[in-house]
């Protein structure tokens, strides 16, 4: 039975819902809501919507009505698409050509809409477009708009800019923006001389508009504040799309922009793009919006624009569900889904009808977005919308509904069984229906009631199936019987039923008597349960039934009586069993019969008002009593006077009286009557009939064409009268007739009201004439009326032209044609003026009428130039306007051009002109006239027919030195203009005769050469010298023997330049040669000079590396070759460092010796080391090798670096270890060793573990006793040594222990990480791992990136930088607890480098930087990435970690390039550097003009001087000539392979020849051109083809005027002279400083670059004096904030919160928690050079315009030898660098700075360069009194750092490591300059030499000044008292470097200076024995760097000691050299370890 219930489940779900059908609608366009159309070209516009099988299409206005037809108006076709046709201006209607439409589409499947569509028609309206001229300064930007009227700028739109008539290309300087701007950047006074014009076109005519000529004024820069040139405003735009925020401006210097979105930097994103123009966003998102804000910002002051953009996403709405067909009485639900904007209102239509809430609607949600349909009805099936809106956008979806009889049927039942008691058996009953059928059951008519029993179940499929069950597991026989299952939901029910027997004694259950219905049927069920049993019979009155024809008795013993009957079937019936033969069982039932009431049935005569009615309703039978009620349209009568009716009742009738009948008892009568068996009623209808009559009469009446009218008629009557009207032609009474009237078609522009009136929505000529308004009900004769209709016509303009030509002078007529009711008044206007033909006599206006139109005609006589603008006539009457529009051109001639020289040369000039008004007609060609001054314009020499497209134009063969008048025409197709205004102009001056003298060179360093001289003489100068070219070649073997040329403007008599860039160690020659405007004179004579040495550009070669013993290696190589050396060899070096198995790098060592071999002794055992060797002059070091690797041997390990054991039972115990610290090999395997003291073993028990296991469990010990465990790890060498032992006793209760060791745990970035945390005990503890923050220890949390593993392990995964810090692990039972402490330290990528670049020439680009942060791993290297500018092909190069500089060699030469740096860890490529560009040296050649270009000339020959080409720096490459005859086309061409002298041969005699000459090399092409004669055969000349020579008489006019110019140029040439030599004087003394700072790089021994391991770099403090400047820079500080360096002023109030006033010493650290941020290094470099990245150079201008505001005034201060005075100086000062944690200044020389008293007075006292020049000469003084001294007779120097500004050169040197690099003539600096150098110690057995020298010291400095001195002084006994060992000087404590008692953890390299609390300050701790103390004091670590504290009289700071030496000499004195000022290392502190003595530095800073 089961098996049959799951298969017809299974068949169940086979029935599946019905889909909604093939019939669909849908939209074509729905996002199509805005139309808009010009009204002369109209549009057709397809329906949006659609359906399958083909939809009804339709147009309705947005209010409802439908869309009418309006012949040549508007159309809608039969595809439903609407056209609007051209229309003029006077047929405008709002209601048709600016309203809201919207469309429908309606199939069997419902009916939809469009969301609104908005359609705007645009007239053809006069404007014009203007553009204003605009000022900028040169180098600024300028900006021009195309201003447009506001009532077209939504049409109108830029499409062009021209330039002098020429469209301009965007591109180089010029860009088109977006709206329609046009941006000129990099102003140039040349830009100034053209015209800008802005070209128009309308979006929908198509009409173009050109605008006025502007005009562009160019200011030479001057300082001045930024202007805002173009900016944005807030703004509203849809995402996805782009948007570009302007922001522009103007200003001098040229200010920088930033950006800010909502306060902050913008990100980086790809999307934001910043241009010229401002910031454009493309693929806008919806986090785009925000408020943006614009700033820009000079020295001068700055600007901000700001505004607020919201970006929002389209609306998207989903209707669900999408179909569905359902039931009536269904509850359905529809939710609409809207995305997009949050702002929005959602309204819903139903077939396009808004939806109304009624008892079945409701609409629900926050925005009203659920629909909800209870008990729905047929008629609410078909389509359902949902509209969402928001200003004006608006977004829908829609789904369809079909509603059908939901009505249950069975689809599934049982049959009948019979089954055995106990049994059980299952009955299922599935129904369907809608909504979803609820299933009941009952037993022989009783429910079946869920009990032990019966188990019920019931639910519904997917489908919508019901389903129910009837189990019943253990069956008695009264659980036999007939089962019903009835299935019912709102529409209705169905049934079926079956028996069930259970075998038993049969017997029945008893009955309940029954009441049946006369008339119905009734069924009578016999109840039997048992089985087996015979028959069933039924017997009434003793007789066996059925006994006739309406009784039936079915098998199942189930009775049927149709149609019963009171008297025959009322009684009592038996039933009778049959259970064996002759044996029965009976039970009865009684059966009552009720009989209905029966109405006879009865009509109702119609009548009229005023008559009486009498209705009759009467019960002909049925059982008494019987009640008898009325009803009138479904509603009771309540008899009375209100209405009019009395009722009079008896037992079996009715009636209804109406004394007096009115219109009001029309309706339906009901007579309803009841009794106990049932309630009948019947209905008829009264009906009152009123012939119809007027309630209003149609009249006579007037409408508008193209308005809507109403022809009123109403009527009334009973029933409703019909309303017909009738329509006849002719508008005259009389000519229509009623024979003549038609129906009128009623159409949407026609239609009848519902109150009778016809309604003509749009009115047409054609509806004037007669109309009837006829009536009729069928009661009475038919009424009618008659009217007429009269159409009043506007007045319109029916014929006009649109443009029309006219010519200046001439007489113009202007025609205009209007039509309409008369009389009709036309008016001409002017633009916007009324024309009165009366005042102004030249305009005449004439009236003509032809038939119904009126003709005007406007004279002009004569037309002007001013009648180029739009004309309009306006027709006027009483009923409306038209307007009719002409645009009119006046043609004339142009105006003469405006002409301009543009150049003028000695033998031509190149003119330029601007065509400011081309008369109107298009500009054919151009004439120029020129002559002598001297001369009438009869002899003029004319250039004819100049190309429309040209603006300038070159006049060659002028004579030197003469005045000429030029004039010029301009041609249009009118004719010729006037001539242009005459211009004077003279020619230009010849080249120099004599060279400059007494050239003098002076070599300056490996790289540059000073050259000297002096003008040459005044006679030969020929002019105003206005530069020279210096050229400059190398006269060594393998030389090309041609000169470079560089070139400079002359500043007086003597001048001179440094030539940098050249090769080390070679002799050069150079020579020099003047210029002025007209070209070069003569070279000098050749002066030879040689470059100083430098270090080898190439490493020594052969290198090789052989390990020797663990700890030992020899290194041997060879020498580099010789060319390489650029000096002297002096020796060689070996750098070496290890390499650790985690990655990280050691130390760097380095070993110096002459020899070529080197053994490197006390290395690591089994350790990798990289080894490299360079090579060193007196120079410095060379290049270094290639690294070299090499492995130590294996040895002995060392002991396991700890060691655990803990009890884990009664007799074992788990041992762990760790590996040994140095295993010196590889780890075979580890031994362990047990032992009980006392139990007579000699030897203890070994345990053996595998490399791999770090932990072992020994059993089989005894408990409580004692055991001794230690262990030892074995190579392949044996066994190391044993670690400690650890005793440990086994127990059965064991307390909580963890077998893992804590540490530091280091990994890169992004992995997984899993910090063990192993435990024993007994009971099993749990384990909890917190982290340490601050104050407290967070627990550690399970999470996505942390899980705790049942091991106890941690598992962190993709770690990154915020997850170091130290974890806590705490194992805990009830016996006690044990932790751990793990320091987890996250590697991440480096941060990008600093890049600049250092020095550049013709073939090479010096780059150097500075590193950013190593992100807690070894630098390994650094990836340099360059291309040439306009390229993307980058090339790498890949640069050792210890470089921080790099020359680029093999360059193009005059090229720019881009370059890029990114720096490597053992974590991967850091960030990228900030891409910079840089230029080579080098240009194009030039031809030097004082060069002959021929040599000599004869009849057939010309030699050509080919030296006259300078090659610009670059070698010339190409070199081509092309010649011809002149007066002919051919060219002939030769390519030149000599560069000194080449001949042409075969040339025609006595013929002038056109000779071109272009020259190229890698930086670009020179062109020079000119003319040459050949003689005739007798070796005479020819005369020039055309000359024209001046008179001596102009000559001296000529001298005369330009006299006065050539004085006033002298007197300024003069003053600039002398300005110069006083601000050389002022400089003479930086030049000294200059020679101080190369005397010291002769003593320099460069040291090894420091290696990236080791504690933090100390900050630098540098006085820079003539900017008087304070910095203070932390290259480990550097933090990216955005894209610019970042920097925190302090102000004075601030500052002096924590600093002492009366003091500051250099030497001490400052803290202020105003300058706790991890800010890093801004250089000064006010002076932007080239070579810098564009962006930096916006942060760091915009970082000077705040800096007075920050300012503090400090003084610089030496000590004297008195106490009590000192010399000092006031500085201003300029905080800009913080470090993370404080600002730190290390130890300088000898001097101090303090804050002033008197702050006024401090900006009074400003240092001036003089007194810088006089701090250079006591630095000076300082170090030649330092050589006295012991410290520094062996002392070595080095040029650490330098910032040096060349103006001459325009380059920037920034931390080379080449001294002549590093420093640069110092000639006019325009900025300061920055070197800074230090003095290294002597070597520890150099200090006794010398100890007789004289030493002068002032005096014995107290406590307080003994802090001051600088730290070479303090080691001194003169200065200590007697008895006093140590340093007295408190120091600031080093950051702690461990927590909770880690005593044996390393200083982290990436510390900071910790700001303390001056009580909480611990004095440094430094052993007299070395450093070998280090970190053995618990809690702290030394640092590798000597940092003061600021002395305070509230701190009492202690200097403990371990010293066992008194010895002065032997104390430590920290830092050194290179190592404490620029990159502190760990490698300073390998020394200090090894030599027990370190070494102390002398900074100078050199300005």
Request: some cysteine; proline content about 7%.
């Amino acid at each position: 039975m089961w098996l049959v219930t799951l298969l017809l489940l299974y068949s169940l779900q086979e029935v599946h819902s019905e889909d909604v059908g093939s019939t669909r609608l849908y939209f074509v366009n729905a996002s199509l809501q805005r139309v808009t159309y010009s009204s002369s070209v109209g549009v057709s516009l397809p329906c949006p919507a659609g359906g399958t099988p083909s939809a009804i299409l339709r147009w309705y206005l947005a209010t409802g009505d439908d869309i009418y037809d309006v012949p040549h108006i508007r159309h809608v076709h039969a595809n439903g698409t609407l056209q609007l046709y051209p229309f003029s201006p006077s047929a405008y209607n709002s209601y048709i050509h600016d309203n809201d439409y919207f469309c429908t589409a309606e199939n069997q499947a419902g009916k939809i809409r469009s969301p609104n569509i908005r359609i705007k028609a645009v007239f053809r309206e006069p404007y014009t477009v203007r553009v204003a001229d605009q000022r900028s300064m040169r180098g600024n930007v300028a900006v021009f708009k195309c201003l447009i009227p506001a009532a077209v700028q939504e049409y109108v739109s830029v499409v062009s800019w021209e330039r002098d008539t020429v469209s301009i290309v965007p591109g180089n300087r010029f860009l088109l923006t977006s709206f329609g701007a046009l941006y000129i950047s990099d102003v140039q006074k040349e830009d100034a001389l053209s015209t800008y014009r802005c070209i128009t076109k309308h979006k929908y005519s198509g009409e173009t508009r050109q605008s006025n000529g502007a005009r562009l004024s160019v200011m030479d820069p001057n300082e001045s504040s930024p202007t805002i040139l173009d900016s944005f405003q807030a703004g509203e735009v849809y995402a996805g799309q782009s948007i570009e925020l302007p922001c522009t401006a103007g200003g001098y210097p040229s200010p920088t922009v930033r950006w800010l979105k909502d306060g902050r930097p913008l990100p980086s994103d790809a999307r934001w793009t910043r241009r010229l123009t401002g910031l454009t966003i493309s693929d806008l998102r919806q986090e785009d919006s925000g408020s943006y804000a614009c700033e820009v910002t000079n020295s001068f002051g700055s600007k901000e624009v700001s505004g607020q953009l919201h970006v929002i996403d389209p609306l998207r709405v989903t209707l669900s569900p999408k179909n569905l067909k359902t039931g009536i009485s269904s509850t359905l639900f529809f939710t609409c889904t809207v995305e997009g904007s949050p702002e929005y209102t959602i309204t819903w239509y139903s077939n396009t009808e808004p939806i109304v809430p009624d008892q079945h609607i409701s609409i629900q949600g926050q925005h009203n977005d659920t629909l909800q349909i209870t008990a729905a009805q047929k008629f609410h099936s078909g389509a359902y919308q949902c509209f969402a809106s928001r200003k004006g956008h608006t977004a829908q979806d829609f789904s369809i509904i079909l509603l059908e009889d939901g009505t249950p049927r069975i689809v599934s039942s049982f049959s009948e069984r019979v089954v055995n008691p106990g049994e059980p058996f299952s009955l299922m009953c599935a129904a369907k229906g809608a909504p979803p059928p609820s299933i009941t059951w009952t037993l022989d008519d009783e429910p079946v009631v869920r009990d032990s029993t019966y188990k019920t179940s019931q639910y519904t499929l997917s489908d919508g199936l019901t389903v129910s069950h009837v189990n019943v597991s253990s069956p008695l026989i009264r659980d036999g019987g007939v089962y019903r299952c009835v299935a019912r939901n709102s529409a209705g029910s169905a049934e079926y039923q079956a028996r069930i027997n259970v075998r038993g004694p049969p017997r029945i259950r008893p009955m309940r008597d029954i009441t049946a219905v006369a008339g119905r049927n009734t069924y009578i069920t016999c109840r039997v349960i048992g089985y087996p049993y015979y028959s069933i019979k039924w017997l009434k009155d003793g007789m066996q039934l059925p006994d006739n024809h309406r009784q039936v008795v079915f098998e199942n013993g189930t009775l049927r009586l149709t149609d019963v009957q009171k008297g025959a079937d009322e009684g009592t019936y038996l039933c009778s069993v049959l259970i064996q033969p002759q044996v029965s069982i009976n039970q009865t039932v009684h059966v009552t019969v009720k009989v209905p009431p029966l109405i006879q049935p009865f009509d109702i005569p119609s009548t009229s008002v005023g008559k009486l009615m009498y209705i009759a309703c009467v019960v002909s039978s049925g059982d008494m009593p019987i009640r008898i009620t009325w009803h009138k349209d479904g509603q009771l009568i309540v008899p009375g006077s209100a209405s009019g009716v009395a009722i009079e009742t008896k037992e079996f009738m009715s009636s209804l009286q109406i004394s007096k009948v009115t219109l009001k008892h029309n309706g339906n009568y009901t007579c309803i009557a009841s009794n106990a068996a049932a309630t009948v009623s019947w209905e008829r209808q009264l009906i009152v009939t009123v012939p119809p009559r007027f309630v209003v009469q149609p009249n006579n009446q007037d409408c508008i064409y193209g308005k809507a009218g109403v022809l009123n008629c109403s009527v009334e009557g009973y029933p409703p009268p019909k309303v017909m009207w009738k329509h006849a032609k002719g508008s005259v009474v009389g000519v229509g007739n009623p024979q003549q009237y038609h129906p009128v078609p009623l159409t949407g522009r026609i239609q009848i009201m519902s109150n009778g009136s016809l309604l003509i929505r749009h009115v047409l000529e054609d509806d004037r004439g007669y109309y009837l308004c006829q009536a009729s009900n069928g009661v009475g004769s038919d009424i009618s009326k008659s009217m007429i209709l009269t159409v009043k016509i506007p007045a319109m303009i029916t014929s006009h032209p649109n443009t029309t030509m006219a010519r200046k002078g001439q007489t113009k007529e202007l025609n205009c044609t209007a039509r309409g009711e008369q009389p009709i008044i036309i008016r001409w206007e002017r633009g916007d003026t009324v024309i009165d033909a009366e005042r102004n006599p030249r305009y005449s206006i004439t009236i003509n009428k032809k038939g119904d139109e009126v003709i005007s005609t406007l004279k002009l006589n004569p037309a002007e130039r001013g009648d180029s603008v739009f004309f309009s006539c306006h027709a006027i009457n009483s009923y409306g306007e038209g307007r009719g529009l002409i645009q009119l051109t006046v043609q004339e001639p142009p105006d003469p051009p405006e002409l301009e020289v543009r150049e003028v040369k000695d033998r031509s000039m190149n003119l330029r002109w601007i065509q400011r008004f081309d008369g109107n007609s298009i500009i054919t060609s151009y004439d120029i006239e020129y002559k002598n001054k001297s001369d009438s314009w009869d002899h003029m020499y004319t250039t004819r027919n100049i190309s429309p497209t040209n603006n300038q134009a070159n006049i060659v063969e002028l004579h030197p030195a003469c005045v000429y008048s030029i004039r010029m025409y301009s041609y249009n197709k009118i004719g010729r203009s006037l001539p242009s205004k005459e211009l004077t102009i003279s020619t230009e001056e010849a080249p120099p005769d004599g060279p400059p003298m007494d050239v003098i060179l002076q070599p300056m360093t490996s790289q540059s050469i000073r050259v000297t001289w002096r003008a040459p003489k005044k006679e030969l100068q020929n002019g105003v010298i206005r530069g020279y070219q210096i050229g400059y070649r190398e006269n060594g073997p393998g030389s090309n023997g041609q000169y470079s040329i560089v070139e400079m403007k002359a500043t007086g008599d003597s001048e001179v330049y440094t030539l940098d860039n050249l090769k080390k160690f070679a002799q050069y020659g150079v020579v020099v040669q003047a210029f002025n405007r007209a070209g070069t004179g003569p070279s000098s004579t050749e002066i030879n000079a040689t470059t100083l040495e430098d270090v080898p550009s190439e490493p020594p070669q052969n290198v090789r590396a052989i390990s020797v013993t663990s700890d030992e290696a020899v290194i041997t190589w060879a020498e580099p070759p010789r060319l390489t050396l650029h000096g002297v060899l002096k020796g060689y070096r070996v750098v070496f460092w290890s390499l650790f198995p985690d990655g990280e790098w050691g130390e760097m060592q380095n070993i110096t010796t002459t020899r070529e071999q080197v053994e490197l002794r006390g290395l690591e055992k089994f350790t990798n080391y990289s080894v490299q060797v360079l090579a060193y002059t007196q120079a410095g070091d060379g290049v270094r090798s290639n690294v070299l690797y090499i492995q130590t041997r294996e040895d002995l390990p060392g002991p396991p670096a700890g060691i655990k054991a803990v009890p884990s039972s009664p007799s074992s115990v788990v041992v762990s270890w760790l590996p040994p610290h140095k295993p010196n090999g590889v780890i075979r395997k580890y031994t362990i060793y047990c032992s009980s003291p006392g139990s007579g073993q000699p030897a203890p028990s070994e345990y053996e573990a595998n490399p791999e296991m770090l932990f072992y469990r020994i059993t089989h010990l005894s408990r409580g006793k004692q055991y001794h465990i230690w262990a030892a790890a074995v190579t392949t060498a044996g066994r190391g040594n044993m670690s400690s032992k650890v005793i440990v006793e086994p127990a059965g209760k064991v307390p909580a222990k963890i077998l893992s060791f804590g540490g530091t745990v280091t990994t890169p970035w992004m992995k997984e990480v899993r910090l063990p945390c192993s435990s024993v005990g007994e009971p099993a503890p749990t384990i909890k791992w917190t982290k340490d923050s601050e104050d407290s220890a967070i627990p550690v949390t399970a999470d996505s990136q942390r899980q705790i593993l049942s091991n106890g392990t941690l598992v962190l995964r993709s770690v990154k930088a915020e997850d170091s810090g130290y974890y806590t692990c705490t194992a805990t039972n009830t016996l006690g607890f044990d932790t751990i402490i793990v320091n987890l330290v996250v590697q991440v990528p480096p941060d990008q480098p600093r890049l600049t670049v250092s020095t550049t020439s013709t073939s090479s680009i010096t780059l150097a930087w500075i590193p950013g942060d190593n992100g807690g791993s070894s630098i390994r290297g650094f990836v340099l990435q360059y291309s040439v500018d306009n390229t993307e092909e980058w090339r790498d190069v890949f640069i050792s970690s210890s470089e921080r500089s790099f020359r680029l060699d093999n360059l193009r030469c005059g090229t720019w390039y881009k370059v890029k740096l990114a720096a490597k860890n053992s974590v991967g490529s850091g960030r990228i550097s900030e891409i910079i560009e840089a230029k080579t040296h080098g240009r194009e050649p030039v031809f030097n003009k004082d060069q002959p270009l021929l040599t000599h000339i004869n009849s057939t020959h010309a030699g050509l001087n080919l030296q006259g080409w300078t090659s610009g720096g670059c070698p010339i490459t190409d070199l081509m000539l092309d010649f011809r005859p002149k007066g002919t086309w051919a060219w002939q061409s030769l390519k030149a392979n000599s560069t000194t002298q080449l001949f042409l041969s075969e040339l025609r005699e006595a013929t002038w020849y056109e000779l071109k000459m272009k020259a190229c090399n890698s930086a670009g092409c020179g062109n020079q051109s000119s003319q040459f004669a050949t003689t005739d055969y007798d070796g005479s000349t020819i005369p020039p083809i055309k000359s024209a020579r001046g008179e001596g008489d102009d000559v001296k006019k000529l001298f005369s005027i330009g006299s006065p110019v050539i004085l006033v140029t002298l007197g300024v040439a003069l003053l600039f002279i002398v300005r110069k030599k006083r601000k050389e004087k002022r400089l003479k003394r930086l030049r000294d400083a200059k020679s101080l700072a190369e005397m010291l790089i002769s003593k320099n021994n460069r040291s090894i670059d420091t290696p990236v391991k080791g504690p933090p770099q100390g900050p630098r403090l540098h006085i820079d004096i003539p900017r008087v400047q304070l910095l203070i820079e932390d290259k480990e500080g550097i933090k990216q904030i955005g894209e610019d360096k970042a920097a925190v002023p302090v102000t004075d109030t601030e500052f002096s919160q924590s600093v002492n006033p009366q003091n500051f010493c250099t030497g001490v650290s400052l803290h202020h928690q105003a300058l706790i941020q991890n800010s890093g290094p801004l250089i000064d470099m006010s002076d932007i050079r080239p070579g810098t990245n564009p962006v930096s150079r916006k942060s760091i201008k915009s970082a000077h315009s705040s800096r007075n505001r920050y300012s503090s005034q400090w003084t610089l201060s030496r000590p004297s030898q008195s106490q009590s005075t000192a010399s000092a100086r006031t500085l201003t000062s300029d905080w800009r660098t913080m470090g993370s944690h404080g600002i730190t200044a290390t130890e300088s020389d000898s001097y101090s700075a303090s804050l002033s008293q008197d702050t006024d007075k401090g900006r009074n006292s400003m240092v001036s360069t003089e007194s810088a020049s006089s701090t250079y000469e006591e630095l000076a003084r300082a170090y030649e009194h330092a050589k006295l001294e012991e410290h520094l007779q062996h002392a070595k120097f080095t040029i650490t750092e330098c910032f040096i500004s060349d103006s001459s050169s325009d380059q920037m040197t920034t931390g080379t490591n080449d001294p002549a690099d590093s420093m640069t003539s110092l000639s006019t600096p325009s900025e300061p300059g920055i070197c800074r150098f230090t003095a290294s110690p002597p070597k520890p057995q150099d200090y006794d030499r010398g100890k007789n020298v004289a030493v002068p010291i002032p005096h014995r400095a107290n406590k307080s000044e003994f802090c001051n001195l600088p730290l070479y002084m303090k080691t001194d006994p003169f200065f200590r008292k007697q008895g006093e060992l140590h340093d007295p000087c408190p120091a600031v404590p080093p950051r702690e470097a461990s927590i909770r008692s880690l005593t044996q953890r390393a200083y982290h390299t990436q510390g900071r200076h910790k700001t303390l609390d001056p009580a909480k300050q611990q004095a440094l701790t430094l052993g007299h024995s070395g450093l070998g103390s280090l970190g053995a004091s618990s809690g702290t670590a030394t640092l590798p760097q000597r940092t003061l504290t600021m002395p305070s009289s509230n701190t009492a700071a202690t200097a403990s000691t371990s010293s066992t030496s008194s010895n002065p000499t032997n104390s430590n004195k920290v830092g050194g050299s290179r190592d404490s000022l620029l990159e502190s290392s760990s490698s300073a502190l390998g020394r200090l370890q090894k030599q027990s003595v370190g070494a102390y530095s002398k900074s100078y800073t050199l300005v």
